[in-house]
């Protein structure tokens, strides 16, 4: 059994920074690819940004370059999202996903297999 638990959210006006954090615990974390999406209001949930089993290699939605990184800290089974300058358009619940499959070229693919509960990231103007 695989479980994803995702913290760190909140509230904060715009220009401020967040920074998610996201627990594997199941299979070794490092078999995983890892992913965080965000399901803004009226909203589909869509790929914020993902990383490789290695750490090598990052995606990044086009709206968050240059203001999210996602990150992992393979001994401690948890994978960051920090989030700088954020806008209101921001606004979503976020939620951290994990798959055993793919490498470099898959990273843009929105399929997982394991999800976290989400938590809700609200950004005031």
């Known amino acids: 059994q695989v479980q994803v638990v995702e913290s760190g959210g909140g509230l904060v006006q715009a220009g401020g920074s967040l920074t998610l954090s996201c627990a594997v615990a199941g299979r070794p974390f490092s078999d995983y690819n890892m992913a965080w999406f965000h399901e803004p209001p009226g909203k589909e949930r869509e790929l914020v940004a993902a990383i490789t089993w290695s750490g090598d290699n990052t995606y990044y939605k086009d709206s968050v370059k240059g203001r999210f990184t996602i990150s992992r800290g393979n001994i401690k089974n948890t994978v960051y999202l920090r989030m700088l300058s954020l806008k209101p358009e921001d606004t979503a619940v976020y939620y951290c996903?994990?798959?055993?499959?793919?490498?470099?070229?898959?990273?843009?693919?929105?399929?997982?297999?394991?999800w976290g509960q989400g938590t809700q990231v609200t950004v005031s103007s």
């Open positions: 996903a994990a798959r055993a499959w793919g490498d470099t070229a898959d990273l843009d693919r929105p399929e997982y297999e394991y």
